[in-house]
C-alpha cells in the first residue's frame, strides 16, 4: 500500500491515529507522472482527488527535506546570488512568467529552487532579524489556515477563527494587566500597522472630529516617542512643545505614520536616551515649539537596535498628569511577559492606554502575527466603523457584534490568529515563558563571552534586558589604534565585509547598522529557539575566522 | 514501508518522482502514539525529525481529507453554531488557552475540528465572498511561503520572493498597458489598503510637503469616488467643488481612507450613478462647496454589489483637462484583463495613474493577495521612505534599490507573491484566462435562468458586466401585491429570512444586502472555479424551496 492509499483510510478513519498501521497492507498503485500533469487536472476537476493527494503530498516531502535541512548545523543558512544572477535563471530556475501552463513536475521542481535560493530564516544559526526560528506547530497552524481561505471579515464567513481572535485578545490584555471590563485590539498586518493603530485612535480619542473632518480641523498636534523623549522637559511643557531633536533610534514607524495619518513626520518630537538606549527622564534637551500640542506618547519596551525598555511607570505618572496618551510599542519586547523572570522589565506597561505586541517576534509565531490592544472598549469600532450596510448587514440570525470587520481600517484580515492559537495550546503559557528564558540565556552566555574573548568590545557595558547584544569585532591589526577619527572610519568598514563574506559563505546571518555617534557594530539576537550555546560559540569563531586579516 | 520512510527516500532522491514506487518496501515501524507527544517533541529538539514527520503527515491527512470533502457537492457548505454555542465547546472543543501543554493528539483533534465548525469556502456552493473556491497550486504556494517564513523586507532575507515581486509587477502593469519604463508597485494587505496607498501617493505628489507637515499645510482637498461622481459637474467644476450626495455603492474603502490619512471622510465626494451601478457622465446633482481642492478621482472596475464598470476614458480625459490624479479600484473587476473575452470593459484603464487589483478575488489566489500600481516611478519611495539606516543599510554587497521595504508603510510585510508566482507558472496567462471566462459564462447563465423561473426578479434589467448577478426571489404569496411600501417591507425581510434557513442547513450560501433604494435583494457573485452550472441550478431552486412558505 502506498501513502495515498493508506492516507484515504486515514482520512475515512475519523480521527483515530493508532489504525495507521493497521489499515496497512502491500497493495500498490502506479506512480502519477507529474511530467504529463497540469494544474487543472487537480481538484475541483472531475476524479482529480487522486492526482491532489499525491501531488500533495510530493509537496510535503519537499516541505520535510527543507524543515530537515533548516535544523541541521551541517546546512548553510543561505545561497547567497545577486539579484542578476536569479533573475538570469540559475540552473535552468526561470522567475519569467509565460502564457502557457507549467507542468507539476516543473511546479514541484520551482518550489525546490524557491527554497533553495531563499534564506534558512529557521536556521539555528540565523541571528540576522527579530524574527527567526520555525515553530512547527505554528507551521501546522498556517497550513491549516491557508487550507480553510477565509479572512477575518464577519461571524458568518469566521466563526472560530473571530472567536479565536477574542480569545487571544483577553489572553494577552490580561498578561498586560488589564481587568477583565477593560480591552479591546485587534490582529493586523505587523507591529507599523498596529502603531499606526495606536495614534489614529488616540487622535480620534481626543479629537473624534477628525474622522470626518480631517486634521484641517484640529490644531498642530505632536507625538513623543518614548525614547527619546525628555521627561522633565515633557514635564515642564503641559502647554508648549518641542522640536525633533535627535531620531537615531526610536522605531521608524511612528514617524512613517504620522506621515501616513497626515500629521506630518516632522511633528514627532524625540529626545536623547542612555548609552544603553533607555530613556533617561532627567537628561533633556529641548526647544519650544510655538503652537504645538502633545497628545500621543510612545514609549518603547525592546528597542530594535538595543533592546531597551523604557520606564513606564515614570513615563505613565506624566502622561496621567497631563491628559496624554500612553502608547507601549512592546512589538518586540511584550514576549518577555511570557516570562516570570522577565516581565519585572515591563512594569508599569498596564497603565498604558494601547500596546503594541508582535507574537510574531519574540513569542516564535510564523510572520505574521501582530496586535494592537486598546484599553478603552469600543473606541476602536467608533475610530473606524463606517457602517457600509452592503458589508454588515445588521438583520443576521446570530449577534453581529462578532462582524468585527469594521473595527479594521483593512477590509478583509488575513487569519493571523489560528497559527498563534494553536501554539499556545500546544505549549500552554509556561511553554512561551521557557522559550523566551532560554533565548535570553543565549544573549547573557554571548554577553559573558564577549567579554572574556580578545578582539571584541562591546557597544554599551550593561548587561542587555533584552536578547540584543550589541558589539564590535576589533581586528588585529586595530587592537593598538587610540579612539578617534582614524580609527572610527576603519572600524565602520570591519561589520560590513565581514558580513560580506559570511554571505558569501553561507554559514551564519547577523545584523550590523551604525547608530548615532556609533558605527557599524553587530546586533546579535535570539528568537529561535533552536539555537544553542554552541552557536554563540560558532558565531564569534566565525567573526575572528572571517575578520582575522582586516 | 510506511509513508514516513518512503518520504526520506523521496527527499534524499533530489528529485525525480519517479523514484517513488522504486524506493517502496515492506518494511515498516510502529506508529508514533501522538497521546504521549508533545510540541517540545518536534523539531529542533533533539532526534525530532521522526515525530515531526509523522506529525505533519497526520496533519497533512487532515487537511487533504477536508479539501476532498469541500469539493463534493453531498458535503455542507457551513455547519452553523451561534457564539455562544462554539464558545461553550461543542464536544470537548475548546477555544480556552491554558498554562499547561496540550499533546499533539489534542493539537490534531483541535485542527479537526477548527475545520469542522468553521465555514467551506472552497465549496462550489459557496457564493457569499468575492474571494472564494480553493486553488491547489496557490495553497501548495502558501504551505511553501510559511515553511520559507521570510518576510518583504530586505532582498537580503527575501532575495527570491523580492525579484518574484518585481516580475508579477511588471507582468501586471504590462496587462494594465503601460509601456516598459512606466510602473511601480507593491504588494500589500489586502485592496482597502491598496486604495489607501492611491490616495497616500496622489496626495504626495501634488503636495510632498505633507509628509513632513501634514495636513494642515494643505489646502481642504477633495476626493472623489467614480462611480458616484458626475462628470458634467466634474467638468464644469474645475475650480471648485461638490458636497456629499450619496454614498450607497462606492467601496467603502475610499472614505476609510480619507478618515485615516487625516483627510475628513466628508471630503469624499460620491454622485449617483445609473441603474446598473455604472456612472452616468450626464447624469449629474451636487452643489458646490466652498474651499475644497479636487486632486483626487477614483474610478471603479467591478463594484461590490453590482459589478459595475465606470467609463474610464471619459474619465480619464476630464482627469487629464484638470490634472486630477485618476485611480482605478479594479480590485474585483482586474482579472477580467487576463480573458481576450472581458478585458474591453477595462478599456482606458491604462490611462489610470494608479490601479487596485486584488488576485486573490477574480484570480482566485488564496486569501491575501492584493497589489497597488502606480505609473510613476520613484513616487511610491518618495513618498514612504524615511531611510532608517538601522533598517535599511546602503553599504551592502548587492544593489540595494532591492531592499523595498521602505517603499512600504509596514515595516515587515507577509510574503503574498509566491503563491501567485506559482500559480502563475501552473495555469499561464491563459489558464487565468479561461477560469474568468468560466466565471462569468456561469454569471449569464443565472442571469438567463432568473428570466426563465418564476417568482424570480432581477435588480437591473442589463446584462452583467462581471460575474455578479442581483436578484429578488418573489414568494408566492406576494407575487400579486402591487409596487409601493407594503410590498417593499415584506420583500426586505425575505432574503434574510431565506438566508438565515440556509445558514442553518448549510446546503448553499450566499450573501444579501440593501442599496439605496432598493430592498434586500441577493447578490450572487462567481470567482470559485469549481462552480458549475448545476450548482446555479441547485441554488434557486433551494432559494425557492426554502423561500416558498414566505
Redesign the interface.
Known amino acids: 500500500m502506498?501513502?495515498l492509499e493508506?492516507?484515504d483510510r486515514?482520512?475515512d478513519s475519523a480521527?483515530s491515529?493508532?489504525q495507521?498501521?493497521a489499515a496497512?497492507t502491500?497493495r500498490?498503485q502506479?506512480?502519477?507522472?507529474?511530467?504529463i500533469i497540469?494544474?487543472?487536472d487537480?481538484?475541483?476537476a472531475s476524479g482529480?482527488?487522486k492526482v491532489?493527494?499525491e501531488?500533495?503530498?510530493?509537496?510535503?516531502?519537499?516541505?520535510?527535506?527543507?524543515?530537515?535541512k533548516s535544523?541541521r548545523r551541517s546546512g548553510k543558512v543561505l545561497d547567497?546570488?545577486?539579484?542578476?544572477q536569479?533573475?538570469e535563471g540559475l540552473e535552468g530556475f526561470s522567475?519569467?512568467?509565460?502564457?502557457?501552463?507549467?507542468t507539476?513536475?516543473?511546479?514541484?521542481?520551482?518550489?525546490?529552487d524557491?527554497?533553495k535560493?531563499?534564506?534558512n530564516?529557521?536556521h539555528?544559526r540565523f541571528f540576522?532579524?527579530l524574527?527567526s526560528?520555525?515553530d512547527?506547530?505554528g507551521?501546522?497552524g498556517?497550513?491549516?489556515t491557508?487550507?480553510?481561505?477565509?479572512?477575518m471579515?464577519t461571524?458568518?464567513?469566521?466563526?472560530?477563527?473571530?472567536?479565536?481572535e477574542e480569545?487571544?485578545l483577553k489572553?494577552m490584555q490580561g498578561i498586560v494587566g488589564w481587568s477583565d471590563d477593560e480591552g479591546d485590539g485587534i490582529f493586523c498586518?505587523?507591529?507599523?500597522?498596529s502603531n499606526?493603530y495606536s495614534i489614529?485612535v488616540a487622535r480620534y480619542y481626543f479629537y473624534p472630529e477628525?474622522?470626518?473632518?480631517?486634521?484641517?480641523?484640529?490644531p498642530?498636534l505632536a507625538i513623543f516617542t518614548s525614547e527619546h523623549v525628555g521627561l522633565v522637559n515633557l514635564e515642564g511643557s503641559i502647554k508648549c512643545q518641542w522640536k525633533f531633536l535627535s531620531s537615531i533610534?526610536s522605531?521608524?514607524?511612528v514617524?512613517?505614520s504620522?506621515?501616513?495619518?497626515?500629521?506630518?513626520?516632522?511633528?514627532v518630537l524625540m529626545v536623547k536616551c542612555d548609552e544603553s538606549g533607555k530613556m533617561i527622564p532627567v537628561e533633556l534637551e529641548s526647544s519650544i515649539v510655538a503652537g504645538l500640542v502633545p497628545f500621543y506618547v510612545n514609549a518603547t519596551a525592546g528597542t530594535?537596535?538595543y533592546g531597551a525598555f523604557d520606564p513606564f511607570n515614570d513615563i505613565a505618572d506624566i502622561c496621567h498628569g497631563h491628559n496624554l496618551w500612553m502608547h507601549v510599542d512592546a512589538a518586540w519586547g511584550g514576549g518577555l511577559l511570557m516570562s516570570d523572570r522577565h516581565r519585572m522589565k515591563l512594569q508599569g506597561i498596564e497603565r498604558a492606554w494601547s500596546v503594541t505586541w508582535n507574537p510574531h517576534k519574540m513569542m516564535g509565531v510564523?510572520?505574521?502575527c501582530s496586535v494592537i490592544l486598546i484599553k478603552k472598549r469600543g473606541l476602536l469600532q467608533d475610530c473606524?466603523e463606517?457602517g457600509?450596510?452592503?458589508?454588515f448587514?445588521r438583520?443576521?440570525?446570530?449577534?453581529v457584534s462578532?462582524d468585527t470587520g469594521d473595527k479594521s481600517?483593512?477590509?478583509?484580515?488575513?487569519?493571523d490568529v489560528?497559527k498563534f492559537?494553536?501554539?499556545?495550546?500546544?505549549?500552554?503559557?509556561?511553554?512561551f515563558g521557557s522559550q523566551v528564558n532560554k533565548c535570553l540565556e543565549n544573549a547573557e552566555y554571548l554577553y559573558d563571552q564577549l567579554q572574556r574573548r580578545t578582539g571584541f568590545e562591546l557597544v554599551f557595558k550593561n548587561k542587555p534586558e533584552h536578547s540584543n547584544v550589541c558589539f564590535w569585532y576589533i581586528p588585529p591589526t586595530m587592537r593598538g589604534l587610540p579612539p578617534g577619527p582614524d580609527r572610527d572610519t576603519r572600524l565602520h568598514?570591519v561589520a560590513?565585509r565581514i558580513?560580506?563574506r559570511m554571505?558569501e559563505q553561507g554559514s551564519v546571518l547577523i545584523g550590523?547598522?551604525?547608530?548615532g555617534d556609533k558605527v557599524?557594530f553587530f546586533r546579535c539576537v535570539f528568537s529561535n529557539?533552536?539555537t544553542q550555546q554552541e552557536d554563540v560559540d560558532f558565531l564569534l569563531d566565525e567573526i575572528t575566522r572571517l575578520g582575522n586579516d582586516l
Chains 1, 2 share one sequence.
Not at 547567497?80 to 542578476?84: K, R
Not at 481600517?409 to 487569519?415: A, D, L, P, T, Y
Open positions: 502506498d501513502f493508506l492516507s486515514i482520512i480521527g491515529h493508532k495507521i498501521s496497512a502491500n500498490r502506479a506512480p502519477t507522472d507529474f511530467s497540469y494544474s487543472k487537480l481538484l475541483p482529480g482527488e491532489t493527494k501531488f500533495l503530498h510530493e509537496l510535503l516531502n519537499i516541505l520535510l527535506g527543507y524543515i530537515c535544523s547567497f546570488h545577486h539579484p542578476h536569479l533573475k522567475l519569467q512568467l509565460t502564457d502557457k501552463p507549467e507539476l513536475e516543473q511546479i514541484l521542481v520551482d518550489c525546490r524557491t527554497l535560493y531563499g534564506v530564516t529557521g539555528p540576522n532579524q524574527s526560528g520555525l512547527l506547530i507551521l501546522a498556517e497550513w491549516l491557508s487550507t480553510a481561505n477565509s479572512n471579515f461571524y458568518e464567513v469566521s466563526p472560530v477563527f473571530i472567536l479565536m480569545v487571544l489572553k498586518p505587523g507591529g507599523t500597522i499606526l489614529l477628525v474622522k470626518t473632518r480631517g486634521m484641517r480641523a484640529l498642530q533610534q522605531h521608524y514607524s514617524k512613517k504620522a506621515a501616513v495619518l497626515g500629521m506630518g513626520s516632522e511633528n530594535t537596535v510564523p510572520l505574521q473606524n463606517l457600509a450596510e452592503y458589508l448587514q438583520d443576521k440570525p446570530y449577534d462578532y481600517i483593512q477590509c478583509g484580515r488575513h487569519v489560528f492559537w494553536l501554539m499556545w495550546k500546544a505549549k500552554g503559557s509556561e511553554g568598514q560590513p558580513k560580506h554571505m550590523y547598522q551604525p547608530l557599524n529557539p533552536a
